[in-house]
Structures are given as C-alpha cells and as structure tokens.
C-alpha cells in the first residue's frame, strides 16, 4: 500500500460561472477547540455562583435557555420552552428532573432528523451543551446517546448552518468531558467510526471525526493516561480497521484513522514562518503506533495496512513541521531502528526481519519527504543505515532464507539510495564509501545495478560524485 500523507483530500470539480458568493468557510476541530480554551474542562470546579449555594436558581441551563427566549420565536423552540421552562428552575431542581430534560433534549434533536425543521434544533444542541456543563460526572450516562444524536446529523446531506451547529456541540461535549472520556476511548472511538470512514461518508466528515478524536487520544497519551489509555484505543483502532480490510470502506476508514493519529502527533500552535508545532506527547503515540505491530503485520509478504498508516502518519507529521520541532520523532524513529536490530540479532526469525525492514522504510521517509529537510542532524541516520547494512551481512544465511518473503529493495536498498540523494554532503562523505560497498556485496549486490539507475536518474549530481566509481568496477 502506497505512503498516504495522512490528509483526507475532497477532489475538486473544476467549472465554469461566476465565482461563487458563499460566506461558509471550512474551520478545523483544532480552531473550534482554540475558541473553547477558556473553558473548564471537567476537572475545573464549578462556576463560584453554583458553589456558594446549591439552592441557588442559577444555572447553566437556566441562563442558556432565557438567552434563547430573547432569539428564537419560532412555534417550536416556544413548546420547547414551554415543557422545559418548570424543569430548570434551580440546580437541584435539574438533577431532581435529569432524565426527564434528557428526554426532552432528545424529543427535540429527534424532531430535526424525522422532518428536517430546523427552528429549534440550534437552541436544542446549546441546552445539551450547558445541561452537560451542569451535571459533570452524571452526565455520562446520557453520553452515548448524546454523541449518537449529534453525529446523526452530521452525517445528513443539506444545510451547512446545521452540520456547523452539530460540530459546536461535539467539539464542547469533547472539550468539558475530555478527562473523563480519556482513561478508555474505546466506547467513543465506537461511536465515531462510521463518521470516521467505517461507513459511507463524505471525506470532508471523515477528516473532521479524524479531528475530533485525535483531541481525545492526545488527552490518552498523556502521562497519567499513557500507560493504560494510549495502548488501549490504538490496539482497538488497529482491530477494527482489520475488521473491514478489503472492503469498499477500508479506503476511507484508513484515510480517517491516519488522519485521527496524525492529528494527535500535531500542536495546535502554528508558525507561519517555520510550520508547525509537535504536541508534547506526539513521540509517545507515534511510538504505540509501530509497538500494536503484530504476527500477521510482520509476517505478510505484502505491506499491511496498519504498516502503511505508520509510514502515512510519519509522513504527513514530516510535512508538517520543521526539523527541530521533528526531533523528538526522529529520535523515536532511531530508538526503534536500534531496538529491532538487537531484536533481529537475538531472534533471528522472519517476524523480527520484516521488523527491521519497517524501521528502515522509515529512515527512508525521513530521508525523503521534502528533501530532508526535516533533519536537523545527518549523522545518527547515516549511522543506523550503515549499522542495519552490517547487520544484514553478518546474518546472509537468515536472509538467503527469507530472500523470497522479504522486500530488501523497497525497505533497505532504495531507503539507502534516498539518504545518499537529499543527506548533507558533510555528513555523508565519511560514511559514502561504507554504505556503497554494503551495497556491491551479499545479500545486496544483486540490486546494486538497479541501485545505481534509480540514483543517476533521481540524484545525478551524487551518483557521478559518489557511486560512479563503484558502478565502473
């Protein structure tokens, strides 16, 4: 499977007429999430006015729903009104009638997907919001419904103004419930895959389910969740991306899941000069992602789809960011090219080879993507190649014997030949000569000819400075 760069992109239908006058523009869940970030998330205490009594008539619902008597007229949202209006008087009033105003929130947003009336269905998704605000913890047990409702109405076709409304309403859910949803996503990400690809969807509403979890695995990924979270919702992503493999869906759910794990390597910072940021815990998902490679992913003759999300996450991160912001993920890429090497040397089985030829497809992407320029310091690679070529020699029995079942050319010999192309020549000049007279000898010399065409064609320059000499031999 081709490297993806973990972007869902929508084809564009180039047409005659004049430009058109639409005001809608599309806003990410990463800007949605910025707007929100004065608000308390679910660890935050309440508001001081609902502390000091809990008597008090103040409360969240309360305030959004005399905002809406002020906005909304229509016949709807006033029966609304109407049957809401005793409910939510005062906070113990609320948690007195909670599943009653539950009931009636989803009368209301039922309402819009059996007929399309739309009067009262924005009012009805910010009261969600604010009764959400109001019951914390108990809110869980109206979640799964809510997230059901809102999602409903994401996935229909027609006004825009109500999908941006459905959108408000996920992303506020996310934002208020993120520490209480974080320690197991699996229920959550259950719930969002089929806007994520798993069924039918248009990419705009992949790529935006994508988004949205990617906030939610990068609450999984931090510290006090890593441990535990992290491994569970990438472990089950995993198994249900293979539940659908082959299908005519698994196209567009891959797409969703790269995009949900590449989203979720990314800061939310942008800098215009030098391009993105890192999330501090991005070198933490990226290193779950290559760990859930299993028997059959190292095992397969052909690259596997959880191999290739790897390979498409790493590179759309590389696209992302700069070189100092990519560190910490090249570092990850380095420590595991050293780990399945001494996995490779002490086990010496067909799994572990197919390990260490992932590892170095990955320094080959690095290498590659944007013309190395997202590598701050040659050298470690260079040194990794060149330690992974002395390593394949050594063992030439082993890999005679996987010979048929392993792709050296793809993974090893063109991820070499990428690095000699794009690394600063400084860097290179001490470790050319090693890496070309790897290539001349067994297991490799059999590619060296293919070798030398690829680079002449991609990297002419190199090739007569460096290769030509051992191309003449």
């Known amino acids: 499977m081709p490297v993806k760069s973990g972007r869902i992109v929508k084809t564009k239908k180039t047409k005659g007429g004049t430009e058109h006058q639409k005001n809608h523009r599309w806003e990410s869940f990463g800007s949605k999430i910025d707007k929100l970030q004065s608000l308390g998330p679910i660890r935050r205490p309440r508001r001081h006015d ?49 599943n009653k105003i539950m009931e009636l929130l989803v009368k209301y947003i039922e309402g819009y997907i059996n007929s399309k009336e739309k009067h009262a269905l924005q009012p009805a998704l910010d009261l ?33 103004e109500v999908i941006e409304w459905s959108r408000d309403c996920l992303v506020f859910l996310f934002k208020y419930l993120s520490k209480l949803l974080a ?23 992949a790529k935006f389910a994508g988004e949205a979890m990617s906030f939610l695995v990068q609450k ?20 249900d991306l293979k539940t659908i493999s082959g299908t005519r869906q698994s196209s567009l759910y891959y797409d969703g899941l790269m ?22 815990n991005g070198p933490e998902i990226f290193r779950s992602l290559f760990v859930n490679l299993d028997e059959v992913d190292l095992s397969s003759t052909e690259e596997t789809s959880w191999v290739g999300l790897i390979h498409g996450v790493l590179t759309s991160i590389l696209h992302h960011t700069d070189s100092i912001q990519f560190k910490g993920i090249l570092d990850v890429v380095l420590e595991l090219c050293k780990s399945s090497q001494d996995s490779f040397e002490e086990q010496k089985t067909l799994q572990e080879l197919h390990r260490l030829l992932a590892c170095t ?41 996987f010979d048929s079942v392993v792709n050296l050319w793809q993974s090893l010999v063109l991820s070499v030949s990428i690095t000699i192309q794009y690394a600063q020549m400084e860097s290179l000049i001490p470790y050319s000569s090693k890496l070309l007279e790897s290539l001349t000898k067994e297991p490799l010399a059999k590619y060296f000819l293919a070798f030398c065409s690829y680079l002449s064609e991609s990297g002419p320059d190199r090739f007569g400075s460096l290769a030509k000499p051992y191309f003449q031999k």
Not at 375 to 388: A, D, H, K, N
């Open 183 to 205: 320690p197991d996503l699996r229920p959550t990400f259950d719930l969002m895959a089929p806007l994520l690809g798993k069924h039918r969807q248009q990419p705009h509403t």
């Open 128 to 160: 969600l919001k604010e009764y959400a605000h109001d019951l914390g913890v108990r809110f869980e047990k109206h979640y799964a419904k809510s997230i059901e409702l809102v999602t409903a109405i994401i996935v229909m076709p027609g006004d825009v």
């Open 220 to 239: 999984a990924a931090a510290p006090s969740f890593r441990d535990t979270a992290l491994p569970l919702i990438v472990s089950h992503a995993k198994k």
């Open 361 to 401: 497809r990955m320094l080959g992407i690095v290498a590659g993507v944007r013309m190395g320029s997202r590598v701050q310091e040659w050298t470690p690679i260079l040194q990794s190649l060149f330690l992974i070529l002395q390593l394949v020699q050594r063992e030439l029995p082993v890999i005679t014997k």
């Open 50 to 98: 609902l502390e000091e009594d809990l008597s008090t008539r103040n409360s969240y619902l309360r305030a959004c729903l005399e905002k809406w008597q002020e906005l909304n007229t229509s016949q709807d949202f006033l029966i609304l009104n109407q049957e809401l209006r005793p409910l939510c008087d005062s906070l113990p009033q609320i948690l007195h009638f909670e």
């Open 259 to 280: 995009t949900m794990f590449a989203e979720s390597m990314k800061g939310l910072k942008q800098d215009a000069r030098t391009g993105g940021y890192v999330s501090k």
